[in-house]
């Protein structure tokens, strides 16, 4: 029986060779490079490893800026007049002015970089420009209404953006599908419950509850409203769409009656279950609050929290208030001319890949930078939490890294697998390195966070409550963390490194099988977390070589091939985020850029290709592309994945170190004796 896809969409397969490029290639013929000196790739390391480093922070950890779309600076802006905070001039002068320049040429704002209109997207932020001073008349203003009129309105938004034109009072809370505080209180087996979503979608929704019962108003104090982005007045309108394209007609249906009863009996709802619901809310909240790193640290989750201690009345010197806004300002990115507010933020993923490009670097700064690093991440492994993961595995104890600074509830079996793939890379080459005890209780930790089909999520196991994903509040299809190819790869990975094989590890086993299931028909791999099938096959084909899979079986070769065929003219590669798009065509052509080219050029040394001419132009197009003033690469498309076709994210160092782990690898194998990789990535 098929597997289900991730987000509930079954992928449609696709040819091995994609035809766009195909053509592409046949009318442009690929360099035909042998590659480039040994000593000019040594130079060029040695700049990219000095240019990496100066991003290092004084106490040698890695946090580089994590830039989303224009959704979570507007929400920022619109965050603090909701909450009739004193005017930041300053800081908004700073905001607007980069709305503006991510403004994209149809008039709105795009989910990424030269991406189509986005309509929620674009709605919030011409409200945020209008909020901060912006005439409406202007011509980037005008341009931005023309666009979302002719998409049907602000009406079109997504169900989050309703919510917050409802909080401003710019539509009916009819508007928005009722979600009850009440929802706390449901039994484990009812078919909705908090443990049967997605760690950033429980985060979000519980403090999100209390303000939709509340139903406050936004303070607004310059009375800032809408009303000409609605193509009818949003109070007149008698019917409201709920629901996604991908959810399926006879879902949405059922579900909108749903909610129509659910809208007549709520108010009748008694106030002591009520009550209880509320303050059970309030608990999970508190005890999730994370200090100065927020409510599951990510920004939408930390303003709902905020927001909903604001609407029960609790005063703002209360500490809880207090901490919550300060974890919000810790997001901001402010520069001389422009600023903006990051989702997140990600030392714990920057500082241990960063570990391991200074490792394949291999010069004695680079080694002992690496070595700073990995001892910096080791204090920040959760082993005295046991955070939402234990509702689906009680017995587990915990043992794994979150993402941001500190997220105690929430760590990621991605993130776990990455740490100690460096820290056991380093112990026993380093004096002083004591990674054993926590590099055991990261793999114990791993191992019980394995669903049932063989793979991992990134968050909780077994996580396939697919048809949440079709409830109206889901019209972003992202509801869920299933188990994909991507996450699953990095436990084989580290798993395989840490000397488990497939004849010892039922655990190894079932991964390296659900790997090669999920496996496309044109030879890529699905990616998740980073954009697309270059990213989820870089993962999976780093992970069969690390688990024994031989070079030339079947799957290594398909890989190799589907590697090969997309390669660009120029000799890089590069994939668009409309991969992700509904119809799952696979692969969308887009220009060569340094992330993606290292990915691909890593995949084909893993499987044993160091020496394919494919490698070599790779090599010679970051060599090519590099910057001379500071050894790095730039890269303005985003290649990390949020939610596909949703959110997504430019991570600004993966083309930092991303294409000096590439290149050091080329050096190193071309050196060594080994045709391919001897650790798991």
């Keep these: 029986m098929p597997r289900r896809a991730p987000f509930s969409k079954q992928r449609r397969r696709r040819p091995?060779?994609?035809r766009e490029v195909a053509a592409l290639n046949d009318a442009t013929p690929l360099r035909n490079l042998s590659g480039i000196p040994l000593d000019e790739l040594d130079r060029r390391i040695a700049s990219a490893t000095d240019g990496v480093l100066s991003y290092r922070k004084p106490?040698?950890?890695?946090?580089?800026?994590?830039?989303?779309?224009?959704t979570i600076p507007s929400e920022y802006v619109l965050m603090r007049h909701y909450r009739g905070e004193p005017v930041a001039a300053e800081l908004e002068r700073k905001?607007?002015?980069?709305?503006?320049?991510?403004?994209?040429?149809?008039?709105g704002w795009p989910l990424f970089h030269n991406?189509?209109?986005?309509?929620?997207?674009s709605v919030k932020a011409y409200f945020a420009l209008k909020m901060i001073g912006d005439d409406i008349n202007a011509p980037h203003m005008e341009r931005a209404r023309e666009a979302i009129l002719a998409y049907g309105g602000a009406a079109k938004s997504n169900v989050f953006t309703r919510i917050l034109l409802a909080l401003y009072g710019q539509v009916p809370w009819a508007a928005v599908p009722t979600m009850p505080v009440e929802i706390m209180l449901l039994p484990k087996w009812f078919p909705f419950h908090l443990d049967k979503v997605s760690y950033w979608a429980r985060t979000v929704m519980v403090p999100l509850f209390v303000l939709m019962l509340k139903k406050p108003l936004a303070k607004n104090a310059k009375k800032i409203g809408i009303a000409e982005l609605f193509v009818e007045p949003p109070f007149e309108m008698k019917t409201w769409s709920f629901g996604g394209a991908h959810q399926k007609w006879y879902w949405k249906k059922f579900f909108i009656s749903l909610d129509k009863v659910l809208k007549f009996v709520v108010p009748y709802f008694p106030k002591g279950p009520q009550e209880r619901a509320i303050a059970k809310a309030v608990a999970f909240v508190d005890e999730r609050l994370n200090g100065e790193d927020?409510?599951?640290?990510?920004?939408?989750?930390?303003?709902?929290?905020?927001?909903m201690y604001d609407v029960l009345g609790v005063p703002a010197d209360d500490p809880r208030v207090v901490i919550a806004r300060k974890s919000i300002e810790k997001l901001l990115v402010v520069k001389d001319h422009e600023a903006y507010c990051q989702p997140c933020l990600s030392p714990i993923w920057d500082t241990s890949l960063v570990s391991h490009a200074l490792l394949e670097a291999g010069s004695p700064e680079a080694e002992k930078a690496a070595h700073v690093a990995l001892d910096w991440l080791k204090p920040h492994q959760i082993l005295d939490v046991k955070g939402d993961w234990a509702a689906a595995r009680p017995d587990v104890r915990p043992g794994g890294w979150a993402f941001q600074y500190a997220n105690p509830h929430y760590p990621d079996v991605d993130d776990t697998a990455v740490v100690v793939m460096g820290m056991d890379r380093v112990k026993g080459r380093v004096a002083g390195t004591d990674y054993d005890a926590g590099i055991e209780r990261a793999r114990e930790w791993i191992h019980g966070l394995q669903s049932d089909d063989g793979g991992w999520g990134a968050f909780d196991a077994d996580n396939k409550y697919y048809y949440l994903n079709h409830i109206p509040f889901a019209d972003h299809g992202a509801l869920l963390d299933p188990p994909t190819s991507d996450v699953s790869a990095r436990c084989v990975s580290m798993l395989a490194q840490l000397g488990e094989t497939i004849e010892t590890s039922e655990v190894l086993k079932r991964g390296v099988d659900y790997l090669i299931a999920e496996q496309e028909n044109d030879g890529s791999w699905f990616g998740?977390?980073?954009v697309n099938y270059v990213y989820g096959?870089?993962?999976?084909?780093?992970?069969?070589n690390a688990a024994g899979v031989q070079h030339d079986a079947p799957v290594m070769r398909r890989g190799v091939d589907w590697l090969v065929s997309i390669q660009n003219p120029d000799g890089g590669w590069g994939e668009d985020c409309d991969s992700y798009k509904l119809d799952y065509k696979g692969y969308e052509p887009a220009p060569s850029v340094a992330s993606q080219t290292a990915w691909a050029i890593l995949a084909l040394q893993a499987a044993g290709e160091n020496d394919h001419p494919a490698v070599a132009r790779g090599v010679a197009w970051l060599a090519e592309t590099q910057r001379d003033e500071d050894g790095l690469w730039p890269e303005e498309f985003f290649t990390g994945g949020g939610f596909p076709r949703v959110f997504y994210l430019r991570y600004h160092g993966y083309a930092k170190f991303f294409p000096l782990w590439a290149m050091a690898r080329y050096r190193n194998l071309k050196q060594g004796n080994s045709p391919a990789t001897q650790f798991g990535m």
């Design 294 to 307: 927020g409510l599951g640290a990510i920004f939408p989750a930390m303003v709902n929290a905020l927001e």
């Design 115 to 121: 991406g189509a209109f986005d309509i929620s997207a």
């Design 59 to 70: 106490d040698g950890h890695f946090c580089f800026e994590l830039e989303a779309d224009a």
């Design 528 to 530: 998740r977390w980073g």
């Design 537 to 544: 096959t870089w993962s999976s084909m780093c992970a069969l």
């Design 16 to 18: 091995a060779r994609p």
């Design 95 to 107: 905001i607007a002015i980069y709305l503006r320049r991510i403004q994209g040429a149809h008039g």
